[in-house]
């Protein structure tokens, strides 16, 4: 399979600990997003990475949001201090990246995070 | 505040009907314009539509983008209980103007399709 994979598929979790996701992305792709999407949303934007350079944060990336890209290749997205808030489908995307065109972006099939 | 409307929210329709269904957006810098559709997992991508007044096609499904009016259309024939998902619109915006935006989707809530027998 050459998608997009994520680690784990499913997370349970009691609120105030720390979880860590993790997301390979295709294999030629530059680009890294994160997104977060909760029942009834579309996914909403958290980060986004163009090799191993985080380009941008949302707002909604809070202090206890942290994400790498270390070697340009998979990406971790840990969530420190977990609350029942953060309860969500984590979703990695990944597309090429090169200047003057426009890439469709592919999802991984998501961390599904449940904070107890 | 960038914005991605889809309508209507939720259908329900027959074996057979044809649908159609709606995207507007208010965003700075447009770039692309994407359908996506998701079922019980992550969405796969439909179309990414950067042209207006040009139909991409695939098999039943198509769409088309109205820069102008600033709306894109998914039209599905002759649907079927597996075209039954949610479909979503995504917006993508320019980095050339606002650097600061990259290449982000903005999504719309989306459109709940379900395709009954």
């Known amino acids: 399979d050459t998608g997009v994979s994520q680690d784990p598929r499913h997370k349970i979790t009691k609120r105030g600990q720390n979880v860590t996701f993790r997301c390979d992305p295709i294999?030629?792709?530059?680009?890294l997003y994160w997104y977060r999407q909760t029942l009834g949303q579309g996914p909403e934007f958290l980060t986004y990475f163009q090799n191993e350079a985080q380009l941008e944060k949302s707002r909604l990336l809070s202090d206890r949001f942290s994400a790498e890209r270390p070697k340009g290749s998979f990406s971790t997205l840990e969530i420190q201090r977990t609350e029942q808030g953060d309860s969500a489908m984590y979703l990695c995307?990944?597309?090429?990246?090169?200047?003057?065109?426009?890439?469709?972006?592919?999802f991984g099939p998501g961390t599904r995070l449940t904070v107890t | 505040e960038d914005k991605v409307v889809q309508s209507p929210l939720s259908l329900v329709v027959h074996e057979g009907d044809t649908v159609t269904l709606n995207c507007s957006y208010e965003v700075t810098n447009f770039r692309s314009l994407l359908w996506y559709k998701q079922e019980k997992k992550a969405p796969t991508f439909l179309f990414m539509l950067?042209?207006?007044?040009i139909e991409k096609k695939s098999g039943r499904l198509s769409s088309i983008l109205d820069k102008k009016e600033l709306f894109s259309i998914l039209n599905i024939t002759a649907t079927q209980t597996g075209d039954s998902a949610i479909y979503l619109c995504?917006?993508?915006?320019?980095?050339?103007?606002?650097?600061?935006?990259?290449?982000?989707?903005?999504f719309g809530t989306g459109t709940r399709l379900q395709v009954t027998l």
């Open positions: 995307a990944s597309s090429l990246g090169r200047q003057g065109r426009a890439y469709e972006q592919y």
């Open positions: 995504a917006v993508e915006l320019s980095p050339y103007i606002n650097t600061g935006t990259a290449s982000k989707l903005t």
């Open positions: 950067t042209s207006s007044g």
């Open positions: 294999s030629e792709h530059n680009r």
